[in-house]
C-alpha cells in the first residue's frame, strides 16, 4: 500500500536552524490522486523560537562553510545554498546595525556569516565583560 495521499501536511523550513515545522496548513491535491506525502516542505519562514527571537529584535548569526555553500556572483547565498555549521548567534538589531556598520531591514531575520565571525564576536565581548 502506499503511504502517498491526496492530502498533506504544510511545512517550512527555518531560515535559521534548517529544522522543518508545521504551518498549520493543509495542501489539498485537487484532483484527489494520491500524489502527496504526509509533509510536503513548500517554502522558508522562521520556525516559533527563532520567530519570536526575531519578534522581541534581535538577528540571528548562522555560521555556513563557503567551501560547501554555494554563492551567487556578488556573494549572495540562496537559503537552499547555505551549508549551515550549526554555530548561531542573536544580536540585537542596533547592536547589529554598531558592530557591522550596516544597516539592516526591518523584514530581514538572519544573515550568513563565514566562519570565525561569531568567534570575533565573543571575544568582544569577554574583552567588554572582563
Same mark, same amino acid.
Given at each position: 500500500m502506499s503511504d502517498k495521499?491526496?492530502?498533506?501536511?504544510?511545512?517550512?523550513?527555518?531560515?535559521?536552524c534548517g529544522a522543518a515545522f508545521d504551518t498549520g496548513n493543509l495542501l489539498l491535491d485537487r484532483r484527489l490522486r494520491a500524489s502527496m506525502e504526509r509533509h510536503t516542505k513548500t517554502g522558508w519562514g522562521l520556525?516559533?523560537?527563532h520567530q519570536k527571537l526575531a519578534d522581541d529584535g534581535f538577528v540571528a548569526l548562522v555560521e555556513c562553510d563557503p567551501q560547501r555553500s554555494g554563492a551567487q556572483a556578488g556573494g549572495r547565498m540562496k537559503p537552499e545554498q547555505a551549508y549551515r555549521?550549526? +554555530?548561531?548567534?542573536?544580536? +540585537?538589531?542596533?547592536?547589529?546595525?554598531?558592530v557591522f556598520n550596516?544597516?539592516?531591514a526591518d523584514?530581514?531575520?538572519?544573515?550568513?556569516?563565514?566562519?570565525?565571525?561569531?568567534?570575533q564576536l565573543q571575544?568582544?565581548?569577554?574583552?567588554?565583560?572582563?
Open positions: 495521499s491526496h492530502v498533506s501536511l504544510e511545512q517550512h523550513v527555518c531560515l535559521v520556525c516559533p523560537e555549521t550549526g +554555530r548561531l548567534a542573536h544580536l +540585537r538589531r542596533a547592536v547589529f546595525a554598531q550596516v544597516p539592516i523584514a530581514q531575520a538572519c544573515v550568513f556569516v563565514e566562519p570565525g565571525v561569531i568567534e571575544a568582544m565581548t569577554a574583552s567588554v565583560e572582563g
